[in-house]
């Protein structure tokens, strides 16, 4: 039984061990000539603009607010998901109901505008 | 769930899908006055069906019961909401807050009260309490440009979360304890067990009764009141100091009166629970010198005398807690919805210098806030009068004669800066300002109010037959 | 061999260690994480029992709190947003105007 998950032991070894191996070995062998350019935050080799510590929009966190709920929502149809054929039709317009709820729920946010970027 | 289940559920189906059709028809128009009538109207079907309706099924997929007691909390609730949105029609209105959402949370929240009152499971129990909880987060911080009302509703939402976590944690040292979720079914077999697993059921009690004493504001845990209290909306916290706190009392009481004495390894520590609460209220009011706060605190020395007739476990004790419920929702709704009739675009009568001589200018409400705040006191004749009777009764047939004293000796202490509003309210103020009219609806609800006082005042008789039939 | 004790004490450490965040924290965002790790150390007490008692109920109690912690965090995140327009600031220390 635990034989089956040595593949996955040797995986996260050699995961881990390569990852720190390549930092160790760049640390010890590696060239230091640090400079301001290189000091510098990376952005995908733009020069930097502003602070890292920028507000963020206020919209980020409403996105994030509905995400969590919606998201959450889904966990309720796992369990129905495994047990689908012994519910069977019951289960299906219960999960209906859950689901239209939810919609309800969907169009509601949408009237009031919450999805709307600008 | 079957068919027979969802027409036991009706009243708590017709609270929750009127709370959403109003919603959404809010989000569509906006029109204040049509959401709001549709909304008491959604009440009074859900109190009419409650008691009109009887459920052919005793219990509710295992979850909920639909026993009478249930059925006499949902009726109570559903009345409470329908209050709670006549008092706060005209604060949403001049404040412009979104219709459709106050009422629907409103109508939201007494479903999550009425399902909390007969919970018979513990993720019954659960669900429900946070079913109102959350919908109170939202309430009390609905007026979003006013700052202390935001600082109220985050205040709330901290601890409210923190108690939520106890009472899970609570809630699985008793499943890790007795094997089950089912209510009387894990209470009794947490009374069989002795040794490891006893002292994880204690463990898990007292977890649930620190997170019941966040909710009902129990000393040491009541420091949030006065805040939150001030900080919310009147019409809010009218429902806020009643239903949510009426609400968890009701559970604690059908639970303890299904599953029978229980608590007798837990009786020193909610002795002295009830004691501190009571003398933490009482003392708390007397240096208060803003109505709301020491409606607040007022309300701390309320919750500690229920304890204390949830304390004596004997039917005449549950007896006596559900007719004081009953009554302290009746009045103190009534003496937040007097302050909520009296605000204007100044905001809601507050310190007691803006009390002062209000009764020359206002003499029919102050009169009514009168008469409330004497049956908090427990005057003669009013209705508090009869419950705090009733549970020092019953009190005293369980032989809790310290408490008793204590209870006693609050009560005095109350009277005291109870007398003290009411001789502010008619001293001769030349300076006194007129406050708003009110509304009809406000002034329904204050003689709805007034006169129930009243009534269960002279003929508790009424009210007491029909309690000792339907406890579980 | 890991017994249900172990999990259980893993999951009452837990605890202890979030409410001692909630206590000492100042940032009402970090104090609702702790919150968060409250239910997640009861939603694996509950796991752990159902498996160790053989009995489903417990793990359909942590999809409710889990429901339960989701709805909390999107009503949390909402009352922070209308608290920090009011007041420019989520620091607990800040949520004074209405003494305690």
């Keep these: ?118 | 769930m079957s068919l027979s289940d969802l027409l036991a559920m009706l009243p708590i189906l017709i609270l929750a899908f009127g709370a959403t059709a109003i919603l959404m028809a809010g989000a569509w128009y906006r029109e204040p006055l049509p959401l709001l009538a549709g909304g008491i109207v959604t009440a009074l079907l859900g109190a009419l069906s409650a008691g009109l309706v009887t459920p052919p099924v005793p219990e509710i997929a295992g979850l909920f019961s639909a026993g009478g007691y249930a059925r006499f909390y949902t009726i109570l609730w559903s009345l409470l909401a329908a209050a709670g949105l006549m008092t706060g029609s005209r604060y949403i209105i001049e404040k412009r807050i979104g219709a459709g959402e106050y009422v629907s949370l409103v109508l939201y929240a007494a479903a999550g009260m009425a399902l909390l009152s007969s919970a018979t499971h513990l993720v019954g129990l659960f669900i429900a309490l946070e079913t109102f909880t959350l919908a109170f987060y939202i309430l009390i911080a609905s007026n979003r440009n006013c700052a202390l009302a935001a600082e109220a509703g985050l205040k709330y939402l901290l601890l409210g979360a923190v108690a939520t976590g106890f009472m899970a944690f609570g809630i699985a040292l008793i499943y890790a304890a007795s094997g089950s979720l089912v209510l009387p079914d894990a209470v009794m077999r947490l009374k069989a067990e002795t040794g490891e697993l006893q002292a994880w059921g204690l463990l898990g009690w007292g977890m649930i009764l620190i997170a019941v004493g966040f909710k009902i504001s129990l000393a040491p845990f009541h420091l949030w009141t006065p805040d939150v209290y001030q900080g919310a909306p009147a019409p809010v916290t009218g429902l806020l100091a009643t239903g949510s706190k009426g609400a968890v009392v009701a559970a604690l009481v059908g639970l303890l009166a299904m599953s029978g004495p229980v608590w007798n390894d837990l009786t020193d520590l909610v002795w002295l629970l009830a004691a501190l609460t009571m003398l933490a209220g009482a003392f708390g009011a007397l240096g208060q010198s803003n109505l709301k706060r020491l409606l607040a605190y007022s309300s701390v020395t309320h919750m500690g005398t229920l304890l204390v007739g949830v304390l004596c476990q004997t039917s005449e004790g549950f007896a006596a807690t559900t007719f004081y419920v009953v009554v302290y929702v009746v009045t103190s709704l009534g003496a937040f919805a007097v302050i909520a009739s009296l605000a204007d675009g100044r905001g809601e009568p507050m310190t007691f210098d803006q009390w002062r001589g209000l009764g020359y200018r206002h003499p029919v409400r102050c009169g009514v806030l009168v008469l409330l705040l004497l049956s908090l006191a427990g005057l003669p004749a009013t209705a508090g009068f009869m419950a705090k009777f009733a549970v020092f009764h019953a009190a005293l047939q369980s032989g809790y004669i310290g408490l008793l004293m204590i209870g006693i000796l609050a009560s005095v202490i109350s009277f005291a800066f109870y007398l003290r509003v009411t001789m502010l309210l008619f001293q001769p103020d030349e300076k006194a300002s007129s406050w708003h009219q009110g509304s009809v609806f406000e002034h329904t609800v204050l003689a709805v109010c007034s006169s129930a006082v009243l009534v269960l005042g002279l003929f508790p008789g009424l009210l007491f037959g029909l309690i000792r039939q339907i406890l579980p | ?100």
């Excluded at chain 1, 191996?21 to 640090?34: D, H, M, N, T």
């Excluded at chain 3, 920090?84 to 220390?93: C, K, L, M, Q, T």
């Design chain 3, 1 to 100: 061999m890991i017994s249900v004790y172990h999990y259980m004490s893993v999951a009452a450490i837990l605890f202890a260690m979030s409410t001692y965040g909630v206590l000492t924290r100042r940032n009402a965002i970090v104090i609702f994480m702790c919150i968060e790790l409250m239910l997640n150390s009861v939603n694996l007490t509950f796991i752990s029992l159902s498996s160790h008692l053989q009995n489903i109920d417990g793990q359909i109690f942590v999809f409710f709190v889990m429901a339960v912690a989701a709805a909390e965090a999107a009503v949390g995140l909402a009352l922070m947003i209308a608290f920090y327009r009011n007041r420019e600031s989520i620091d607990v220390d800040n949520i004074n105007m209405l003494k305690w």
């Design chain 1, 1 to 118: 039984m635990l034989d089956s998950y040595l593949p996955i032991l040797t995986l996260i070894i050699i995961a881990v061990g390569f990852s720190f191996g390549a930092a160790i070995l760049s640390r010890l062998v590696g060239e230091k000539k640090p400079s301001t350019v290189k000091l510098a935050p990376y952005e995908c080799g733009m020069p930097p603009v502003g602070s890292a510590r920028e507000r963020f929009s206020i919209k980020f966190y409403i996105i994030a607010m509905l995400f969590i709920v919606f998201d959450i929502e889904v966990v309720f149809m796992y369990p129905w998901a495994v047990m689908f054929k012994s519910l069977g039709l019951f289960g299906f317009i219960e999960m209906g109901v859950f689901i239209l709820i939810l919609l309800v729920g969907y169009a509601y946010v949408w009237k009031k505008g919450a999805l709307e970027w600008e």
